[in-house]
């Protein structure tokens, strides 16, 4: 397996011109943690409930590891346009606001988009990248600003093209309301629990499609770099776990510890080469 670090694989993401993203990267020195949230839509409720002081709201199981430090998001189509390419502001309630601090785009990360894996058409945002800056303000939390890379692309092309070729460590991926013809696709959740062990996942926050075991046959048909064995995650420990009513409406939302001790079982070889 090819590995690079996670500032060489961002960096990547970045390209040669200097931008925002560039700029986060030279504030931030050390290994940023990534979180992915695959179709991710207009949700960024993932930016509150990874946040480092949630757990003190509502605490897990000892030993959770750490939060991470900037979320990649991708989805092909966000259904209505994606409104922050157009407006500051994302949400507003009583308890949280989101907004639009900093927008720059990124080179597209030139990944294929496949209409046999997805149930909408692409939109004028498909195959865009762009660096978020977000303003957040929590009732509980406070405010805080987050660093999001949203590439407007298929998952599972994003996993295989980008990711799993880089050989990046994704530490959290969150897997809520996913896909297969009720978000925007055609596939089911679980070609992206077998991706776990090999993104290097230590948290997996999932809902009630963690007991969806549908066919992916399509996806590996395109992507045999995604073959891998199945895991059993619903064994996994529940670090701490969300009634649905506070998420998605689709089932306890939980956060499961991925073992260490779950390796990698690949089925196909794939080439090592960096994402471009």
């Known amino acids: 397996m090819p590995t690079v670090s996670n500032r060489a694989f961002l960096t990547s993401l970045a390209g040669p011109r200097w931008n925002a993203l560039h700029a986060w990267l030279a504030a931030h020195p050390g290994e940023p943690r990534l979180a992915w949230y695959p179709s991710a839509g207009a949700d960024f409720r993932d930016l509150l409930y990874l946040h480092r002081d949630?757990?003190?709201?509502?605490?897990?199981?000892?030993?959770?590891?750490?939060?991470?430090?900037?979320?990649?998001?991708?989805?092909?189509?966000?259904?209505?346009?994606?409104?922050?390419?157009?407006?500051?502001?994302?949400?507003?309630?009583?308890?949280?606001?989101?907004?639009?601090?900093?927008?720059?785009?990124?080179?597209?990360?030139?990944?294929?988009?496949?209409g046999e894996l997805v149930a909408f058409d692409a939109n004028h945002a498909?195959?865009?990248?762009?660096?978020?800056?977000?303003?957040?303000?929590?009732?509980?939390?406070?405010?805080?600003r987050v660093p999001v890379v949203y590439a407007f692309v298929e998952n599972a092309a994003f996993c295989a093209r980008c990711l799993l070729r880089s050989g990046?460590?994704?530490?959290?991926?969150?897997?809520?309301?996913?896909?297969?013809?009720?978000?925007?696709?055609?596939?089911?959740?679980?070609?992206?629990?077998?991706?776990?062990?090999?993104?290097?996942?230590?948290?997996?926050?999932?809902?009630?499609?963690?007991?969806?075991?549908?066919?992916?046959?399509?996806?590996?048909a395109r992507f045999p770099a995604l073959i891998a064995d199945p895991v059993e995650s619903a064994a996994w420990p529940v670090l701490r776990q969300l009634p649905q009513s506070s998420w998605d409406g689709y089932g306890a939302v939980r956060w499961r510890r991925v073992?260490?001790?779950?390796?990698?079982?690949?089925?196909?070889?794939?080439?090592?080469?960096?994402?471009?």
């Open 126 to 144: 498909t195959g865009r990248m762009v660096f978020l800056e977000l303003a957040v303000w929590s009732d509980r939390l406070g405010q805080f």
């Open 259 to 276: 073992p260490p001790g779950v390796g990698p079982a690949f089925r196909a070889p794939r080439r090592a080469t960096r994402p471009g």
């Open 168 to 220: 990046a460590r994704v530490s959290h991926v969150v897997q809520v309301r996913y896909g297969h013809g009720l978000g925007g696709g055609r596939t089911g959740p679980e070609w992206v629990r077998r991706q776990l062990p090999r993104l290097g996942a230590e948290v997996f926050v999932t809902d009630a499609a963690e007991e969806n075991d549908s066919a992916n046959e399509k996806v590996y």
């Open 54 to 114: 949630y757990r003190e709201h509502r605490p897990g199981l000892p030993g959770e590891p750490a939060a991470p430090d900037l979320f990649l998001h991708t989805d092909y189509c966000v259904l209505g346009v994606p409104d922050f390419l157009d407006q500051p502001l994302l949400h507003e309630d009583d308890r949280c606001r989101v907004t639009v601090e900093r927008i720059q785009e990124l080179p597209p990360p030139g990944v294929p988009f496949h």
